[in-house]
């Protein structure tokens, strides 16, 4: 039997969830409340368990950050596609 592999998810902290877009820590909260902006998953492990996350830890699903920052380029009607060759955006 063949079993499809569905595609790995990673996760991405702050800092990089804040270099790609070239938000603040602010602006990115401000933005999950309001529902603009993807919103975080929990790491944490279990209180007791000292090889665990730290419980406050948060991430963000990487593809729905990618889908984000497409979603914004196309909104302002400039597809990653419309780039001139060899040009890429990258935040």
Not at 57 to 69: F, G, K, L, P
């Amino acid at each position: 039997m063949d079993k499809k592999q569905s595609p790995q998810k990673r996760l991405i902290r702050l800092p990089e969830v804040m270099n790609r877009t070239g938000y603040g820590r602010t602006t990115i909260y401000r933005k999950m409340e309001d529902g603009d902006f993807p919103k975080s998953v929990k790491l944490g492990g279990p209180p007791k368990d000292p090889n665990a996350f730290d419980s406050r830890a948060i991430a963000w699903i990487e593809d729905e950050v990618d889908q984000w920052i497409e979603s914004t380029i196309e909104e302002r009607g400039l597809g990653s596609t419309d780039l001139p060759a060899g040009q890429n955006i990258e935040r």
